[in-house]
């Protein structure tokens, strides 16, 4: 009998440490899950391939790191090695590349869009003549993928000539043939303007990844050809 007594709370005991363990073990495993899940989000929320236009614009808490490269510059810290590596091989083969715009908040955004609006509405063009024009060549705030800091304006050093006239220069030829090695793409093509509805834009080039950026040279296609081809669901 007194045996069987002092096993009792023994086994007792046993039996709430198991169950500890197994609530311990099924909270673990219920944290790990809600981090698995939101790193998931995040992971597609932010992914080198995500499309910005005006039917897609930047999402809220789009959030990424970044780095500074310097006078002002800051872009998505994913590109940075790709980015340095195409300036440096387009300087190599005698371009004299400038980085004129990376990435941009949304008031930046907001600003560049009224400003340009206000300057076709002084030309004489009406708000709504002014908008669809501007569509073309700029996005109003939230719709540019200068937002997610994957795209860059990259423009000869030096030249005389305005942004928008710059097209055949030295940096501009070169990056035309060359940026998809880097992991950069043409955004705006001039033989794809029905699709991306944006003007031939020589100087930007949106990130995408070495591995996508060399499938769009070599199949000709937008971004948005791309992602419809592969990735739609
Ligand atoms: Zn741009």
Redesign the pocket.
């Known amino acids: 009998m007194d045996g069987v007594q002092t096993r009792r709370p023994r086994a007792k005991k046993k039996l709430w440490i198991l169950l500890t363990v197994i609530l311990l073990v099924a909270l673990s495993l219920l944290f790990l899950g809600t981090r698995l899940r939101q790193w998931v989000q995040d992971k597609e929320k932010t992914k080198l391939l995500t499309l910005v236009d005006r039917e897609h614009p930047v999402e809220d808490d789009y959030n990424v790191e970044f780095t500074l490269l310097g006078e002002g510059q800051m872009v998505d810290s994913r590109c940075v090695d790709d980015l340095e590596a195409m300036m440096e091989a387009c300087r190599r083969a005698g371009g004299k590349p400038v980085l004129a715009?990376s990435f941009r908040t949304w008031g930046a955004q907001e600003r560049a869009w009224e400003e340009a609006l206000d300057a076709l509405v002084q030309g004489g063009l009406s708000r709504e003549q002014a908008e669809m024009r501007l569509q073309r060549q700029?996005e109003e705030p939230g719709c540019?993928?200068?937002q997610l800091g994957l795209?860059?304006?990259i423009l000869e050093q030096d030249s005389e000539a305005e942004r928008s006239q710059q097209v055949d220069t030295p940096t501009l030829r070169w990056l035309q043939e060359h940026s998809w090695r880097y992991g950069f793409i043409l955004?705006y093509p001039e033989n794809k303007t029905e699709i991306t509805g944006k003007d031939f834009?020589p100087?930007?080039?949106r990130y995408v990844g070495r591995e996508a950026a060399e499938q769009i040279h070599e199949l000709d296609l937008s971004l948005e050809e791309y992602i419809e081809m592969f990735f739609a669901s």
Do not use: L, M
């Open positions: 715009a700029t540019s993928e200068h795209a860059v304006d955004r834009r100087w930007h080039y």
